[in-house]
Structure formats: C-alpha cells, structure tokens
C-alpha cells in the first residue's frame, strides 16, 4: 500500500488566484513526480525531483513550478491560474532502484 | 505516431469472461512495462509490473510482453464488477522511470456486466 497524500482532492478557485497544490509521502522515497491529466487523455510528466533541492521540468510544458525542501514534501504552485489550467493533478513518488512508481490520490482542478 | 497507443473503449463484457486489453509501443528502448487501474476520480493503482519480455501472472491476472512485436497485454480472467475500472499501461527505458517520467496509454475503459 503506497503512502502518499495529495490536497486539496478538489479546487474550484477564480481566474488569477494563487493556488498551492500538496503532495506528501511518508515512504521515503527520494523522486517525486507531478504528471497532468486530462479527460481521455495521457498522463503527462510536468515536474521531476531526484531529491531535496532538486527540481527538474516534464515533457509537458507548464506555468506551474515546484520546491523539495523536505524529501517528504513536493508542493506544486501556480501563481496565477487560468481556465486553461483546470485538470488533475497526480503525485507519484518512487525510490531509486525500484522499479516502478506509487500515485497519489489526484487534485481536481476546476479555474473559472 | 505516438509513443504508445492504447485503444481507449469502452469495452464491455459479461461477468466472469477473460478480459484481454493491449498496448503497443513504437520505442524499442522501453525495458519497463507496467499495467495500472484507475477508479473514477482516483489515482492509479499498480497491478503489475514486467522486466523486458516474458509472462507475470498474478492471482487473475497475467501480464505479458513481447519486445519483438512491441506488444504489451494484461488478461484478467473470472472477470468481476469489481474490475470496472480505466487500465493504464505505462512504460520506460529506466527503472522507476527515470527523468522523463513514464510514458502513458490512454487507458482503456473496462466494464464488467453483472
């Protein structure tokens, strides 16, 4: 069982707010992942963490950034979002030698 | 060409059938290939993981690989309506899926009739 927490599970928020999206996890694995996903479509990577101050973007362009002060802790902000931001968000984490990756719940994001 | 096609459904069968749902990859580098489901407004959840070509089977379900072909498949046998569900496969050249990330099907959406 993967122990990793995403909040809020669903945002509605107003066009130009800021907005802090959390992930957690409390196996310490040392990468970290936001992917993006759409209805019907791919998930696709937006931001990588090898470890603690490390950041890295995805294949997917995005306005979004990230920070990894703590191992545990991978928050994803938008400074000012936009209608066209409006997705879910996924957090996954894994550790180095291991195969495979452990998602989050997802964060549904709703910008009017 | 994308790097991963995935048909996305809907496929719908009865209770109790074997399920067999694909994917096909154009990345001869791919080496690590997974199968996830996700529930309706939920995270995906990993069913099963396979190392280069060859069968896994586990409980109902069986994955299998075969690199020559860049064929992926999961069958699911004795089907439930429990198995309702999106079946994500995803795959990468690295373990873990390095810095790119895992590169993603669609997901097909499965349906399991009572």
């Known amino acids: 069982e993967a122990d990793i927490y995403q909040t809020p599970r669903y945002l509605v928020i107003g066009t130009g707010k800021k907005i802090t999206l959390e992930c957690s996890q409390t196996?310490?694995?040392?990468?970290m992942y936001w992917y993006q996903q759409d209805p019907g479509m791919e998930l696709h990577l937006i931001h990588y963490?090898?470890?603690?101050?490390?950041?890295e973007k995805g294949d997917l362009s995005s306005e979004s950034t990230v920070s990894r002060i703590r191992t545990e802790h991978f928050p994803l902000t938008l400074e000012s979002a936009r209608p066209s931001h409006t997705s879910q968000y996924l957090c996954a984490s894994s550790v180095t030698g291991a195969e495979t990756q452990y998602f989050g719940p997802g964060t549904r994001l709703l910008v009017l | 060409q994308k790097e991963v096609e995935q048909d996305p459904g809907p496929l719908s069968v009865p209770e109790g059938a074997i399920v067999s749902l694909n994917c096909t990859y154009s990345n001869s580098a791919f080496q690590y290939f997974m199968w996830y489901r996700q529930y309706s407004r939920k995270g995906p959840e990993l069913l099963m993981y396979?190392?280069?070509?060859g069968n896994k089977e586990d409980g109902r379900f069986t994955a299998q690989v075969d690199k020559s072909s860049k064929y992926i498949s999961l069958f699911i046998r004795d089907s439930q309506p429990s198995d309702s569900a999106t079946y994500l496969c995803a795959m990468s050249p690295y373990s873990g899926g390095g810095a790119d990330g895992l590169t993603f099907g669609k997901g097909t959406h499965l349906i399991i009739q009572p």
């Open positions: 396979t190392y280069s070509s």
């Open positions: 196996m310490g694995h040392d990468k």
């Open positions: 963490s090898y470890g603690v101050n490390s950041t």
